[in-house]
């Protein structure tokens, strides 16, 4: 009934869309792009969304070859990646400054850590190892494409959900999701490094 042409299947486009979604988790991310707003001033919602893109992609079509390149497993990525979340998480909570750009230049732009690793992060890459083996890579390939376009609604608008948040809303919603970024990040860590 859902088939199509090619291998298309709107079941397996919205259950790869939801899957990616929660694992993407925008929505819960917003106390932290709110947070990255007022530091850098600006955030190209465009580009930012692009370079998610970009390495979605390129980890959907070649990230096992390449973390095989390195002679680094998808476990180990994932604690790295758990690590880098981590930290963020201790920012918002802590009210602490870790991550610093090395430049003198004026950075207008966060790619880091927006696109990587909060947007595609090693949450969403080695998810998407997992869906290459359960569905057709064309549906992941939609399913990737319809998640890109709620990123960009959602950077594009974070000025007018800060607004609407105000000081107080904002302040409460960072640390709440700074807490729950620590939890992700420790039970990635646990999953990842087997721990019992």
């Known amino acids: 009934m859902f088939n199509l042409m090619n291998g298309i299947n709107f079941k397996d486009i919205f259950s790869v869309t939801l899957i990616l979604f929660s694992v993407i988790d925008i929505l819960g991310s917003l106390p932290f792009i709110i947070d990255i707003k007022r530091k850098f001033l600006n955030i190209e919602a465009g580009k930012i969304t ?35 979340m981590f930290f963020l998480g201790l920012e918002m909570v802590l009210d602490l400054k870790i991550f610093r750009h090395d430049t003198h230049e004026e950075v207008n732009s966060p790619i880091v850590p927006l696109a990587f690793p909060l947007i595609a992060g090693t949450g969403s890459m080695t998810t998407l190892i997992s869906l290459n083996a359960e569905f057709v890579r064309i549906n992941i390939i939609f399913g990737i494409l319809l998640n890109l376009v709620f990123v960009y609604i959602v950077l594009k608008s974070s000025s007018f959900i800060e607004k609407k948040l105000g000081v107080t809303g904002s302040i409460i919603l960072r640390k709440f999701f700074g807490t729950i970024l620590l939890a992700i990040a420790i039970k990635l860590m646990k999953k990842n490094l087997l721990l019992p």
């Open 50 to 84: 692009l370079v998610s893109g970009v390495l979605l992609f390129a980890f959907l079509f070649i990230g096992e070859q390449i973390l095989a390149l390195f002679g680094v497993d998808v476990q180990s990525f994932a604690v790295a990646g758990a690590l880098i």
